[in-house]
């Protein structure tokens, strides 16, 4: 696949992650202006868990099953991986079954036990559907993989909009409408959770034919070897959900202000947000890049391939923090106005989230040679500096600590990646133009947080004239505009 298949390859996942996902995203302005603060709170909480938990129940066969599949037979990888995870998936919802009581006390929601059991089973189809939508990625079936996950996002949106607007309005006209004989106006958050449930339960049925199609094969021997490159994935997948999710799982117990906790968890989580551009770029360039990062990794310039993908995706990373930051006040009106308290959170996450990008990217050295244990050692490191500095950040800076610990973790494991690729599998990144890109990036942003502007209209005019700067920096840096005409003339 060369970096021109690359960029098609990432647009056409961009419908179901970038266009699916800003759809689904959507209702956070829905949500923060329906519900308090404390109850977006809950929110944030669960879907924290679920992060986590669906790390474990994948235990790294995903991108095992894109390492083997180039290594023996596909559909012997495929039957492997899916059995695998089909039987602990039904392992994991049967022991949660079993707990329930139990697992709804010790995370504090005995008063609503069934959350933890649909979160069960949307963790358990979403561990099961990991390898139906792998085994597309690999098979370059990007148009199937996502309209199926556009069906899922769909879907989600339009119950949650069902449920949570228009059954309201029919139940108040009228309580016997049968348009709302299901509905319970007790209910609320609950809805937001229902309505995840049937969307992942009809995804499932759609990839029922990937399912089916199997040739039921199980080879001990492979599994084996499978899981010893998969288990050291397992590791940095936990660390890196710890890394990803541990402030909001914390925060509500290392906050001063216990009555007030939740509700700056949904201040929290709903700023987060936020940073919604950087999370779906770097989303999308996964799904894309792990299949291409595996298939170049023969050819004599892969090395040369590779840092040009790191300087680029910096460059669209760097973009998109601009972006956001230069139209923060306009941007800020996508979350309810009690929210805003949070948002000195969101320049810090952005570059968090670019870094973590990164580290993607430089991970390549240990998945390429089959090294994936300092991957591991990598995450680990990490998620003891979350752990870390959370337990130290929070108590004294609020929210505001979670956001530091957060870019302290990503920033250190970035540069631990970089210096041990470099002895182990080393590319020549082209740091000195990375490093200028940075540079000339804060500049601009220093600039416009800090100029008087007299009027909300010539702050946009001039946080555009420095976007559009910053762009023509890198065309003239980069040569593009000689390439464009160049290639205009042919």
Same mark, same amino acid.
């Given at each position: 696949m060369s970096l021109k298949k690359l960029a098609s390859q990432t647009a056409i996942y961009g419908i179901s992650s970038i266009v699916g996902r800003m759809l689904n995203y959507l209702l956070t302005p829905l949500f923060t202006r329906l519900f308090t603060t404390a109850a977006y709170g809950v929110i944030t909480e669960l879907y924290s868990y679920l992060v986590f938990l669906l790390v474990i129940l994948t235990y790294g066969m995903e991108t095992t099953f894109f390492r083997y599949s180039k290594l023996e037979n596909p559909a012997k990888v495929y039957s492997n991986a899916l059995i695998s995870l089909f039987f602990t998936s039904l392992l994991f919802l049967l022991l949660v079954y079993l707990q329930l009581d139990n697992i709804a006390l010790f995370l504090d929601?005995?008063?609503?036990?069934?959350?933890?059991?649909?979160?069960?089973?949307?963790?358990?189809?979403d561990s099961i559907l990991t390898i139906p939508f792998a085994k597309l990625r690999n098979e370059n079936k990007a148009i199937k993989f996502a309209g199926i996950k556009l069906f899922n996002i769909l879907l989600n949106i339009s119950l949650n909009l069902y449920f949570l607007l228009l059954c309201p309005y029919l139940h108040a006209l009228n309580s016997n409408n049968i348009l709302v004989q299901f509905y319970n106006p007790n209910l609320g958050i609950a809805y937001v959770f229902i309505s995840n449930l049937i969307a992942s339960v009809f995804t499932f049925l759609l990839l029922i034919g990937e399912l089916l199609k199997v040739k039921l094969q199980f080879d001990f021997k492979l599994y084996k070897q499978m899981l010893k490159f998969a288990i050291p994935l397992l590791i940095v997948g936990l660390a890196g959900s710890i890394n990803e999710v541990l402030d909001r799982t914390l925060l509500k117990h290392l906050l001063p202000d216990k009555a007030n906790a939740m509700s700056q968890l949904g201040i929290y989580g709903a700023n987060y947000k936020l940073s919604i551009l950087m999370t779906l770029f770097i989303q999308t360039f996964r799904y894309a890049a792990e299949p291409f990062f595996f298939s170049s990794a023969n050819k004599s310039d892969s090395k040369k391939m590779y840092a040009d993908v790191m300087k680029y995706f910096i460059i669209f990373g760097l973009f998109i923090f601009l972006g956001i930051m230069m139209y923060l006040d306009v941007v800020k009106y996508f979350i309810a106005e009690e929210f805003h308290s949070g948002l000195s959170i969101?320049?810090?996450?952005? /570059?968090? %989230?670019?870094?973590?990008?990164?580290?993607?990217?430089?991970?390549?050295?240990?998945? /390429?040679? %089959?090294l994936t244990k300092f991957g591991a050692i990598i995450s680990v490191v990490g998620a003891i500096i979350t752990l870390v500095m959370n337990i130290l950040l929070i108590p004294t800076l609020g929210i505001l600590g979670s956001a530091w610990a957060t870019f302290i973790c990503y920033f250190s494991m970035m540069l631990i990646t970089y210096f041990w690729g470099k002895k182990h599998y080393p590319i020549s990144y082209d740091l000195k133009a990375i490093l200028k890109y940075f540079a000339f990036t804060f500049v601009l942003y220093f600039l416009a947080i800090n100029i008087p502007y007299p009027s909300e209209l010539l702050k946009y005019l001039i946080n555009s004239v420095f976007l559009l700067i910053f762009l023509y920096y890198i065309f003239y840096s980069e040569n593009l505009i000689k390439l464009i005409f160049t290639r205009i003339k042919k």
């Amino acid at each position: 696949m060369s970096l021109k298949k690359l960029a098609s390859q990432t647009a056409i996942y961009g419908i179901s992650s970038i266009v699916g996902r800003m759809l689904n995203y959507l209702l956070t302005p829905l949500f923060t202006r329906l519900f308090t603060t404390a109850a977006y709170g809950v929110i944030t909480e669960l879907y924290s868990y679920l992060v986590f938990l669906l790390v474990i129940l994948t235990y790294g066969m995903e991108t095992t099953f894109f390492r083997y599949s180039k290594l023996e037979n596909p559909a012997k990888v495929y039957s492997n991986a899916l059995i695998s995870l089909f039987f602990t998936s039904l392992l994991f919802l049967l022991l949660v079954y079993l707990q329930l009581d139990n697992i709804a006390l010790f995370l504090d929601y005995s008063a609503n036990p069934e959350y933890i059991m649909w979160f069960a089973i949307i963790i358990g189809l979403d561990s099961i559907l990991t390898i139906p939508f792998a085994k597309l990625r690999n098979e370059n079936k990007a148009i199937k993989f996502a309209g199926i996950k556009l069906f899922n996002i769909l879907l989600n949106i339009s119950l949650n909009l069902y449920f949570l607007l228009l059954c309201p309005y029919l139940h108040a006209l009228n309580s016997n409408n049968i348009l709302v004989q299901f509905y319970n106006p007790n209910l609320g958050i609950a809805y937001v959770f229902i309505s995840n449930l049937i969307a992942s339960v009809f995804t499932f049925l759609l990839l029922i034919g990937e399912l089916l199609k199997v040739k039921l094969q199980f080879d001990f021997k492979l599994y084996k070897q499978m899981l010893k490159f998969a288990i050291p994935l397992l590791i940095v997948g936990l660390a890196g959900s710890i890394n990803e999710v541990l402030d909001r799982t914390l925060l509500k117990h290392l906050l001063p202000d216990k009555a007030n906790a939740m509700s700056q968890l949904g201040i929290y989580g709903a700023n987060y947000k936020l940073s919604i551009l950087m999370t779906l770029f770097i989303q999308t360039f996964r799904y894309a890049a792990e299949p291409f990062f595996f298939s170049s990794a023969n050819k004599s310039d892969s090395k040369k391939m590779y840092a040009d993908v790191m300087k680029y995706f910096i460059i669209f990373g760097l973009f998109i923090f601009l972006g956001i930051m230069m139209y923060l006040d306009v941007v800020k009106y996508f979350i309810a106005e009690e929210f805003h308290s949070g948002l000195s959170i969101v320049p810090i996450l952005l /570059l968090a %989230n670019l870094f973590l990008g990164i580290i993607f990217n430089l991970s390549i050295w240990y998945k /390429l040679t %089959n090294l994936t244990k300092f991957g591991a050692i990598i995450s680990v490191v990490g998620a003891i500096i979350t752990l870390v500095m959370n337990i130290l950040l929070i108590p004294t800076l609020g929210i505001l600590g979670s956001a530091w610990a957060t870019f302290i973790c990503y920033f250190s494991m970035m540069l631990i990646t970089y210096f041990w690729g470099k002895k182990h599998y080393p590319i020549s990144y082209d740091l000195k133009a990375i490093l200028k890109y940075f540079a000339f990036t804060f500049v601009l942003y220093f600039l416009a947080i800090n100029i008087p502007y007299p009027s909300e209209l010539l702050k946009y005019l001039i946080n555009s004239v420095f976007l559009l700067i910053f762009l023509y920096y890198i065309f003239y840096s980069e040569n593009l505009i000689k390439l464009i005409f160049t290639r205009i003339k042919k």
